[in-house]
């Protein structure tokens, strides 16, 4: 009689840029240690490149069905989002000062690019608010430049485009990586920002992780086997 082969458990990948935005996370991983899913969790780097480059070495060597990025954001000043508020990405621009006033032209990575509607949903019903996200090269520190940007983006973030253009390049036909994006809102883009930043990112932080965790319910939902905590 030949032997029965268990399936595999789904991948899922919960990153952030760095370290600190994943504590809160981790704790609540620890706090469930019977996952039905093979769970890596890890910091990718911060800034666009940094994290394309971690996201794509971590996609290769653990080929996730899903990944999941965890982090902190600000809000435009017009988008109505306050700080403490979580956000569920919806798409996710790739955005330039330069270009947003005419002076520059970009030939590639003009379109948003879409992100899990399905985690979106889930996020939202967790506590999230849908928005759209653009992706800055540098945090914006300037007023009337966040105002200009405004209409790019209902959050701004380093790291997004790069999470979810490396999760599609680096999906097959046949296995499409799911991404979603979840932030915490720790400030309002302009001169205030980079303060106002310092001083709510830790309770930002935590508070995405939560609304992830919740909304991952359905897919990290306790089975009967026993594994590490991630």
């Not at 994943?22 to 800034?47: S, Y």
Request: net charge negative; charged share 20%.
């Amino acid at each position: 009689m030949a032997a029965t082969v268990a399936p595999s458990r789904p991948r899922v990948l919960v990153v952030a840029a760095w370290g600190p935005e994943l504590e809160r996370f981790q704790e609540l991983v620890r706090g469930a240690p019977d996952l039905a899913v093979d769970l890596d969790v890890a910091p990718i780097g911060i800034g666009l490149v940094d994290a394309a480059a971690g996201l794509t070495r971590r996609i290769v060597s653990r080929a996730p069905a899903l990944v999941v990025f965890v982090g902190t954001c600000g809000a435009a000043p017009s988008s109505g989002i306050a700080i403490g508020d979580v956000v569920a990405g919806t798409s996710v621009r790739l955005v330039d000062a330069a270009i947003a006033e005419g002076r520059a032209a970009i030939p590639f990575a003009s379109e948003a690019i879409d992100l899990d509607p399905g985690m979106r949903d889930a996020l939202v019903a967790a506590g999230a608010r849908a928005a759209t996200i653009a992706n800055t090269l540098g945090v914006t520190t300037d007023d009337a430049l966040a105002a200009t940007l405004a209409s790019l983006g209902e959050v701004e973030h380093l790291e997004a485009y790069a999470v979810a253009r490396a999760s599609r390049l680096a999906s097959a036909d046949d296995a499409p990586i799911r991404c979603a994006i979840t932030l915490g809102v720790a400030n309002r883009v302009g001169v205030e920002g980079r303060a106002e930043w310092r001083a709510n990112h830790v309770a930002a932080s935590a508070r995405a992780a939560e609304v992830a965790w919740a909304a991952l319910d359905g897919v990290v939902r306790t089975s009967t086997t026993r594994r590490s905590p991630a």
